[in-house]
């Protein structure tokens, strides 16, 4: 098949690019043709239709740019002429069979949908994030768990301000999501929503989602590629961005409490200082930040961990850093909370504590670090479910099956 992959960047940012790039690689590798479609960006990927990824638009605080800038902004958004145009012409001359979204909004938007549509290709999306529920993508904002809007009714967004807690930029997302629920852009444009957890269908479906459009497909990690190291570590691991609802502060918390237990920081974000200074405020000597790394130390350094952490406390989808410790035969303390419970089994391939607490969070830690026999016969189950539930070949079949259901030509 040829398959047209479309997200608002083509270079690695964060989970959803690195799915986005794993699955290119997965179906080039058993003859499909990829067609990549993104937004120009000097740092992207390499690719022979570069030339014809639409142009850069900047998403910095409304209230701060001209007033002649803040209306072009608003306008691409709502509806990119830029982006359709381009969009026929990558269609005309790769004449794909399917089109496979993922996070196209803002700097792509659903205008792309239409022509598409045009030209008989068959489209699927994948939910990175709760975009199509939400205006400010998480259902989270600094008060915590938020799930005030309702279709058509985004007022709550605009005066809490949840987008980059700025009330410029919740006003234009707002627009945005209302103009495109009203136009039915996404409900109507798409064929086919992949769900990673079911905890995500369910919140497509209660927003009106017709069932038969929804289909709930895992991610994948290469087994190969994370693989077990055979050991038992002597450190538990987080990996990921420093931000609110990560529930970084809540870990550590839990850590300093335990301070026999070592515990490596993996990452950068907004709570960067906030997180280091509590722990010196806290005298966690036993934690260690070790900001950025890339995909390969980060690799190692789950190998060599004990058990990895996901203290979440918003509505994870399906984090990838779960599926990457189960293939490195490492269990994982999770937060009870969105897609996790679906992944993380109790006592099975790991523990769960509810979000936010950290004296539940700490126990399960101490569990797990007290009882090196309990953490690897839940590493081996980690592992043998990531072979059996997440593997490259499993996800490959799932995905064209979907593309078949909903080719045209």
């Known amino acids: 098949m040829k398959i047209m992959q479309i997200n608002k960047f083509w270079r690695v940012r964060g989970g959803s690019e690195r799915y986005v790039f794993e699955l290119s690689r997965m179906l080039e590798e058993r003859g499909h043709e990829i067609i990549p479609f993104a937004m120009q960006d000097g740092d992207n990927e390499p690719s022979r239709y570069s030339s014809l990824f639409v142009s850069p638009v900047e998403l910095a605080d409304p209230y701060r740019m001209s007033l002649i800038k ?56 994948t939910i990175h994030d709760y975009k199509l529920t939400c205006p400010a993508l998480r ?6 768990i938020c799930e005030r809007c309702r279709p058509l009714h985004y007022g709550s967004c605009i005066r809490l301000k949840c987008v980059k807690d700025s009330r410029g930029a919740s006003v ?71 931000s609110e609802e990560k529930g970084v502060e809540t870990l550590v918390r ?12 993996v990452g950068s974000g907004m709570l960067n200082h906030k997180v280091r200074a509590l722990a010196l405020e806290l005298g966690a000597d036993n934690i260690e930040f070790l900001g950025f790394r890339n995909e390969d130390d980060v690799r190692e350094l789950v190998r060599q961990s004990r058990f990895v952490c996901i203290p979440s406390e918003w509505f994870e ?80 079949e799932k995905i064209m099956e979907t593309y078949k259901q909903v080719k045209r030509k």
């Open 317 to 396: 989808n399906a984090p990838m850093s779960a599926l990457e410790a189960f293939a490195c035969g490492k269990p994982v303390i999770g937060s009870d909370i969105g897609g996790i419970p679906e992944m993380v089994r109790e006592g099975e391939t790991g523990l769960l504590a509810a979000p936010g607490n950290a004296e539940e969070l700490g126990a399960a830690v101490e569990r797990l670090w007290n009882d090196p026999e309990l953490c690897r016969e839940m590493g081996h189950a980690a592992r043998a479910m990531a072979e059996e539930e997440y593997a490259p070949q499993v996800h490959y």
């Open 172 to 242: 234009l997302c707002a627009v945005e999501m209302f103009f495109h629920d009203l136009k039915r852009a996404y409900v109507d444009g798409i064929d086919r929503f992949v769900a990673p957890s079911r905890f995500v269908a369910k919140k497509l479906l209660d927003r009106g989602i017709e069932p038969g459009k929804v289909q709930v497909i895992p991610n994948f990690v290469d087994t190969a590629r994370w693989s077990p190291d055979g050991g038992g570590g002597d450190y538990a691991l987080y990996s990921g961005r420093l």
């Open 139 to 144: 259902h989270y904002n600094p008060e915590g």
């Open 254 to 265: 839990a850590l300093a409490a335990l301070p026999h237990v070592r515990l490596k920081v």
């Open 70 to 125: 803040r209306i072009g902004v608003a306008s691409r958004i709502l509806y990119s002429k830029e982006s359709s145009s381009r969009v026929s012409v990558v269609a005309d001359l790769s004449d794909p069979d399917i089109a496979h979204m993922h996070n196209i909004y803002h700097h792509l938007s659903p205008s792309i949908l239409p022509p598409l549509e045009d030209r008989g290709v068959g489209t699927v999306m």
